[in-house]
């Protein structure tokens, strides 16, 4: 008896485990920040992978929206998130690349506080105008912007976001004046257009396609290199302004410190959704072409979009409106 008792403070005493025998990752409810209003782009390709992403980890992803800034909040947001893989970024061009030189006063480094999990998909944005606007294509658009300086007005999703850099590269390719009008998100962008409040918008694929079917907006041409597999009877923009081309893009981002494995984990889980044949169908459909490359590969992605953009922000004399 006296044996027994002597060895019970012997048990008392905790065992330190491993990180991962403790906590089998993940073992709670994982939340992706948007940087934009629901409804909008952005908010369309979070709810496509969510559930997914879902299904493999074996917890809930919940979606939050967190507008504002041209996505600069949520990335700010994540960007100074504790890294244990429980909070994760859905980043757009505007948050993650343009900020960098449009915005110097933003409250973290892209390079330095996130770490890139993966690009989810390219996507082409639409120029398109009010059916007010007396300009059927881009010559024409340009030769109207020439005779009536500052008449026209555009409308962005915010600033920095790949709507404002489109009109941005096209105003100081063409050497025409067009007033910016920057929105919290691709959805009141495009309620302003279609209620006649801005003339014409570069809209993102995913929301805008609808209402070129319908005749609400006219479809001009597209920002992309390449004519769109979706409306391949629109022109690109690049056949009037040789050179021009601004394609958006959305990925998957995590606080700079998160560990590896877990990173591989958010990898794994959003590249075989980016597969499922049901979200190709639907995102392809819509005009957006999933990616899924690796950490490394997004991370230089980022840093050459970092570049790229940073040279049309100083030759445009590009500012946050």
């Known amino acids: 008896m006296k044996r027994k008792l002597a060895l019970l403070p012997l048990l008392l005493i ?17 939340r992706m920040v948007v940087g934009f209003p ?47 893989g429980y909070t994760i970024l859905m980043g757009t061009i505007g948050g993650v690349a343009v900020a960098m030189s449009l915005n110097p006063n933003r409250g973290y480094d892209t390079l330095r506080d996130l770490a890139p999990i993966t690009q989810s998909v390219a996507v082409t944005s639409i120029l398109v105008t009010h ?8 010559k024409e658009l340009l030769a109207y ?10 409308g962005s999703s915010g600033n920095g976001t790949i709507t404002h850099l489109a009109g941005e590269l096209l105003k100081y390719m063409a050497k025409v004046n067009i ?45 992309s290199a390449k ?49 499922a044949p049901d979200v190709v169908e639907r995102l392809s459909s819509q005009g957006a072409e999933p990616v899924g490359n690796t950490p490394e590969e997004f991370t230089a992605f980022v840093r050459s979009e970092i570049s790229k953009w940073a040279n049309l922000v100083k030759a445009a004399n590009m500012r946050a409106d």
């Open 38 to 84: 629901a409804g909008g782009p952005t908010d369309i390709v979070a709810r496509q992978m969510a559930p997914k992403m879902s299904e493999g980890l074996g917890q809930q992803i919940i979606v939050d929206n967190r507008g504002g800034a041209g996505g600069m909040i949520a990335t700010e947001q994540v960007a100074k998130a504790a890294p244990d």
């Open 145 to 154: 912007a020439r005779a009536k300086p500052g008449s026209l007005n555009y």
């Open 227 to 275: 004519r769109s597999a979706l409306l391949p009877e629109l022109p690109t923009i690049a056949e009037t302004l040789p050179g021009y081309s601004a394609s958006g893009w959305y990925g998957l981002l995590a606080p700079a410190a998160t560990q590896k494995p877990v990173i591989a984990r958010l990898h794994a889980e959003a590249v075989k959704a980016l597969r």
């Open 14 to 30: 905790p065992i330190a485990l491993p990180a991962a025998a403790q906590q089998q990752y993940p073992a709670r409810a994982i």
């Open 179 to 223: 007033t910016h009008v920057p929105y919290k998100g691709g959805s009141p962008a495009l309620t302003a257009l279609v209620s006649g409040e801005v003339d014409l918008t570069y809209e993102n694929s995913l929301i805008i396609t609808p209402h070129i079917k319908s005749g609400k907006v006219k479809g001009i041409a597209v920002t």
């Open 131 to 138: 059916p007010s606007v007396p300009a059927k294509t881009v």
